[in-house]
């Protein structure tokens, strides 16, 4: 947003979520390129700065994703990725408020992390 400043006050990892009963579910991270064929959930317009993030981390690991779907908030993250068995990055601190059907990980190559 051209007219917005922001000062970075701390950075978070970002980490894959994904249905709890998902095939990669079971392994303790996950490298980036085993999503390449996943249905990918995305940032709407209301988070930008962590969609470039993403778009950002996804370029340089050598993935071109485009949503298929896109996030306004973390119960909308949960819900998309339970019912559509999509997966997505978000900050870690969405951990905090997973349901029993998704599941985190990290990935297991250097981690992006968003700001805060």
């Known amino acids: 947003m051209p007219d917005l400043a922001y000062k970075v006050v701390m950075t978070e990892p970002l980490v894959l979520v994904l249905p709890s009963d998902h095939h990669l579910a079971s392994r303790k991270a996950i490298a980036i390129e085993d999503i390449a064929d996943e249905m990918f959930i995305g940032m709407s317009k209301t988070a930008p700065t962590l969609q470039a993030t993403i778009d950002d981390y996804l370029k340089r690991s050598g993935l071109t994703r485009r949503a298929e779907h896109k996030i306004d ?3 909308m993250a949960m ?19 997973l349901i029993w059907s998704v599941v985190s990980r990290p990935s297991k190559a250097k ?3 968003s700001t805060s």
């Open 73 to 75: 908030n973390l119960g």
């Open 79 to 97: 819900s998309l990725v339970a019912s559509t068995r999509g997966v997505t990055l978000l900050p870690a601190y969405a951990q905090n408020f």
């Open 111 to 113: 981690r992006p992390r």
